[in-house]
T-cell receptor
């Protein structure tokens, strides 16, 4: 069964450094999402992406965040200058145009900022 | 504003016992509701979803949920819990491009 994959599974970085989290959505999916889950807290929406542009973003998704689909398979989340409070699990999700409401989630990348 | 609450932070049940996890939502229109399960170190797996129609929906792993508009609830149930059901359970509401997740309920299962 096709699935969303994410790399790396765990990323440790120093405060102020740039990180790129990578996702490979399911191949026929056209809508892509990033979510964040701070340890012990609920999953929070960051951004949705379709047709090579951001569809919607939350208040969390400020100027230090960016997303990109650099090729036909990857979907990336970049954090330009990481802060301690960016430490969290980051989930990628994708869906087809047909399954409007059903998003398929990846296993997540745990980001630790020291 | 849209919101999802899960009143129980942590529930412990014995294996074989029945389970009900509570979920309440706030949304002005017809909600699209979901239950996801997250095992330790894993991603989110969809258990079931409600869009419209029959208010009792069946999902994977023997789970079901009942949508009650009058109570703004979408509670998850399972008649007999297995040890492998121990995990974090999230109720979620979809609106537009977004999902709003509840804070989650951690389920522990006693042997």
């Amino acid at each position: 069964e096709p699935e969303v994959t994410q790399t790396p599974s765990h990323q440790v970085t120093q405060m102020g450094q740039e990180v790129i989290l990578r996702c490979v959505p399911i191949s026929n999916h056209l809508y892509f999402y990033w979510y964040r889950q701070i340890l012990g807290q609920k999953v929070e929406f960051l951004v949705s992406f379709y047709n090579n542009e951001i569809s919607e973003k939350s208040e969390i998704f400020d100027d230090q965040f960016s997303v990109e689909r650099p090729d036909g398979s990857n979907f990336t989340l970049k954090i330009r200058s990481t802060k301690l409070e960016d430490s969290a699990m980051y989930f990628c999700a994708s869906r087809t145009p047909d399954t409007y409401y059903e998003q398929y989630f990846g296993p997540g990348t745990r980001l630790t900022v020291t | 504003a849209q919101s999802v609450t899960q009143p129980d932070i942590h529930i412990t049940v014995s294996e074989g016992a029945s389970l009900e996890l509570r979920c309440n939502y706030s949304y002005g229109a017809t909600p699209y509701l979901f239950w996801y399960v997250q095992s330790p170190g894993q991603g989110l797996q969809l258990l079931l979803k409600y869009f419209s129609g029959d208010t009792l929906v069946q999902g994977i792993k023997g789970f079901e949920a009942e949508f009650k508009r009058s109570q703004s609830s979408f509670n998850l149930r399972k008649p007999s819990v297995h040890w492998s059901d121990a995990a974090e359970y999230f109720c979620a509401l979809n609106y537009g491009q977004n999902f709003v997740f509840g804070p989650g309920t951690r389920l522990s299962v006693l042997p």
